[in-house]
Each structure stands twice: as C-alpha cells, then as structure tokens.
C-alpha cells in the first residue's frame, strides 16, 4: 500500500486546513491509521488515530478539542481548527496494526505535507 498526503499549506493562526491522505490499497478494518507531525529539531509526535472498522477516534491532548479525524472509503482526513503557531510541522500520515501513540509501531507512511501557521 502507499499513503498520500495533502492539504497542507500557510494559514493565519486562528485558521483553519484540512488535511487529506489516500491509501492506494485495501485497509482493512482491522488497522489504525494515524497523524504524526514533526516540527524543526523536534521528534516526531502523535497528533491522532482513528481505528479503521469502528471509526473510532483518539487525539493527542494537544490538538484535542481543534482537530477532527475521520475517514471515508480509502480517505483519512484531519480537519484542523483553531491552528496555532506551535502547530507548525510537516504532518505524516501511517497505517499499523495496533492502537499506538508511538511512531515504531506503524509500518507504512506517507511522504509528509507541510502546515505552517503564521502568527
């Protein structure tokens, strides 16, 4: 399978992007697909998981309350509100096999789509 993501791009603190990421092959009910974001001279960090058959979701306590993660047939999205500067990061996509804040426990991942947040 491979991931795609886009929608990234340069917003104003207090706006608003959605992000978007197509897997190319099947997803099966059974796997987690997640956002991870890694900022300059930072690690790479969980932002949110949503478990593909129950389309039930999970948040990083930092974007909590701002973003919405959701999926339709083989598109996962994160609708990202309320952005703030500290958002800004380049923010991957992944799939694994079990619910996981921790970037090893994924095994496929997207190319990245960058979001900037201009304060």
């Known amino acids: 399978v491979q991931l795609q993501a886009s929608g990234g791009g340069l917003v104003q603190a207090g706006g608003s992007l959605r992000l978007s990421c197509v897997a190319s092959?099947?997803?099966?009910?059974?796997?987690?697909m997640a956002w991870f974001r890694q900022a300059p001279g930072k690690e790479r960090e969980f932002v949110a998981l949503?478990?593909?058959?129950?389309?039930s979701p999970n948040y990083a306590d930092s974007v909590k309350g701002r973003f919405t993660i959701s999926r339709d047939s083989d598109t996962m999205y994160l609708q990202m509100n309320s952005l703030k500067s500290e958002d800004t990061a380049l923010y991957y996509c992944?799939?694994?096999?079990?619910?996981?804040?921790?970037?090893?426990?994924?095994?496929?991942w997207g190319q990245g789509t960058l979001v900037t947040v201009s304060s």
């Open positions: 992944t799939r694994g096999r079990q619910f996981s804040h921790f970037s090893r426990d994924y095994d496929t």
């Open positions: 949503i478990r593909w058959g129950t389309r």
């Open positions: 092959g099947r997803t099966f009910s059974s796997h987690v």
